[in-house]
């Protein structure tokens, strides 16, 4: 029970901020939107021991950003650059264990693929709704996290991909629901995505350097 005593502490403080807290005041919303993210970084720590490592200081520092990022999201650009770094950490510490594969290499088709279909649907929205100073930021966030879900899928670590893969998902439901079109449930959505990829990236420090564990193909 010791053993998964954080990941059912992250699971349920995840729940309470999800469907619990209330969103006002804004600062005790921010807290407990926080807590999980801290967890996860505790977690990282923990499962990047005993034998720690460059790629494993990289990654945490990208969690670390990434929960700057969620205290400060409210202030729009201020929290999109603190997600920017902290891709740029990811990507960073995913280079350092990349493994080349001809199959994982093709994913680069439909991971570029999908950035130029929401990247079209987004700047067309911003355009339409006279809010051009997004179209920058967008894109180049489009790109960064483009870019390291393909460094994590290269990294052969079925964590890291099925990490980056869910944050890909989460940003893309937030940018849908900030820019396009709101829906009901968005919120929900993606808080559950983006702190199952945010675990799953901490958890695959513990094999993404392990030529055995924790390999997709």
Request: proline letters at 4%; one cysteine or more.
């Amino acid at each position: 029970m010791i053993l998964y005593r954080l990941p059912i502490l992250i699971l349920t403080t995840g729940i309470v901020y999800i469907f619990i807290s209330p969103s006002e005041p804004l600062a005790f919303s921010i807290f407990f939107k926080v807590i999980p993210m801290v967890l996860i970084l505790i977690y990282a720590f923990e499962k990047s021991l005993p034998k720690r490592k460059s790629t494993h200081y990289w990654i945490i520092g990208g969690i670390s950003l990434c929960l700057i990022g969620d205290a400060t999201l409210q202030w729009f650009f201020i929290g999109l650059t603190a997600f920017f770094i902290g891709h740029v950490l990811y990507i960073v510490g995913f280079l350092k264990e990349w493994r080349f594969s001809l199959p994982r290499s093709l994913s680069a088709v439909p991971l570029i693929l999908f950035a130029a279909w929401i990247g079209y649907q987004l700047v067309s929205n911003l355009q339409t709704n006279g809010e051009t100073g997004f179209i920058f930021p967008v894109i180049a966030y489009i790109g960064i996290i483009t870019l390291m879900a393909f460094t994590a899928i290269m990294t052969g670590n079925r964590w890291a991909i099925l990490g980056s893969l869910l944050f890909i998902i989460s940003d893309s439901v937030l940018a849908w629901n900030m820019f396009i079109t709101g829906f009901t449930g968005a919120h929900e959505v993606i808080m559950l995505t983006y702190y199952g990829a945010q675990f799953l990236i901490a958890h695959s420090l513990f094999t993404i350097d392990s030529k055995q564990k924790g390999m997709a193909w």
